[in-house]
């Protein structure tokens, strides 16, 4: 019996039924974040399809040289992330679901349970869109629950929200979904937006969401300036490649 699992749903439960905040745990509210501070807000990204063992293995090179929070890997690469960050400060990461989540729920618990095994501590997880997107929010949260449960007290869990796919009102019910679910993160992904990382999404998000969860962004961070904004806004974590080139920046700037 997981004791954790079933006092978190309880907890989720009580907060929903009084309309309660819950409690800052897991995700931090990153507030005014500047200069070399900004570097352990950033995730380094290794997402890209043509990614070869090698640029792996240089890159967590350089994600553990600036002590970054975290890589994110495809699944197929957790173990070998794991291998080269060992004794390091850098989380390992990885995405499930991908794109779009449309996968049935077995699958996505199959996806998880094996990264978590293969040594992931963070894990992307793309809701439903397909059920979202026909009115069947419950389902989604059915399966995120789940998901929660697999995660707890593992691996820290980041909740995709494909933003441009929704409605506003799709937008504002899956926020307020995901603030009481007991993710870690909430993920504004940027793949179908047709934009970059936009401060105006991040306070949207932040607004619905509180300082309960952590928020996650990502596409074309690639200045200090830009991270700032960002971190100001209400986020708590920066999907990018431009890793290496935001920490020098900020390291000259400290």
């Known amino acids: 019996m997981d004791i954790e699992a079933i006092r978190k749903q309880v907890e989720q439960q009580v907060m929903q039924y009084f309309h309660l905040e819950p409690t800052v745990t897991d995700a931090p509210y990153a507030g005014m974040v500047t200069g070399v501070d900004v570097i352990s807000h950033l995730e380094h990204s290794l997402l890209n399809p043509d990614t070869t063992l090698e640029t792996?293995?240089?890159?967590?090179?350089?994600?553990?040289?600036?002590?970054?929070?975290?890589?994110?890997?495809?699944?197929?690469?957790?173990?070998?992330?794991?291998?080269?960050?060992?004794g390091s400060p850098v989380a390992v990461g990885t995405a499930i679901g991908f794109p779009h989540g449309c996968m049935s729920q077995a699958a996505k618990l199959a996806e998880l349970r094996e990264c978590m095994a293969?040594?992931?501590?963070?894990?992307?997880?793309?809701?439903?869109?397909?059920?979202?997107?026909?009115?069947?929010?419950?389902?989604?949260?059915?399966?995120?629950?789940?998901?929660?449960?697999?995660?707890?007290?593992?691996?820290?869990?980041?909740?995709?929200?494909?933003?441009?796919?929704?409605?506003?009102?799709?937008?504002?019910?899956?926020?307020?979904?995901?603030?009481?679910?007991?993710?870690?993160?909430?993920?504004?992904q940027n793949m179908l937006s047709g934009h970059g990382a936009r401060v105006e999404d991040v306070r949207f998000a932040s607004e619905i969401l509180g300082r309960n969860v952590g928020i996650k962004i990502d596409g074309g961070i690639k200045t200090l300036?830009?991270?700032?904004?960002?971190?100001?806004?209400?986020?708590?974590?920066?999907?990018?490649?431009?890793?290496?080139?935001?920490?020098?920046?900020?390291?000259k700037n400290a």
């Open 56 to 86: 792996i293995e240089r890159e967590c090179a350089v994600a553990r040289k600036y002590s970054v929070a975290a890589v994110c890997v495809a699944p197929y690469y957790v173990p070998a992330a794991r291998e080269i960050l060992l």
């Open 118 to 188: 293969n040594g992931a501590t963070e894990v992307d997880v793309a809701l439903n869109v397909l059920a979202i997107r026909s009115g069947r929010l419950d389902v989604a949260q059915r399966e995120l629950d789940e998901l929660v449960r697999c995660a707890v007290g593992k691996v820290q869990l980041k909740a995709v929200f494909e933003h441009a796919l929704y409605t506003p009102e799709e937008k504002r019910a899956v926020l307020q979904m995901l603030r009481s679910s007991g993710v870690n993160y909430v993920k504004i």
């Open 225 to 251: 300036a830009q991270a700032e904004e960002l971190l100001a806004a209400g986020a708590t974590r920066l999907g990018l490649t431009a890793t290496a080139k935001i920490a020098e920046e900020a390291l």
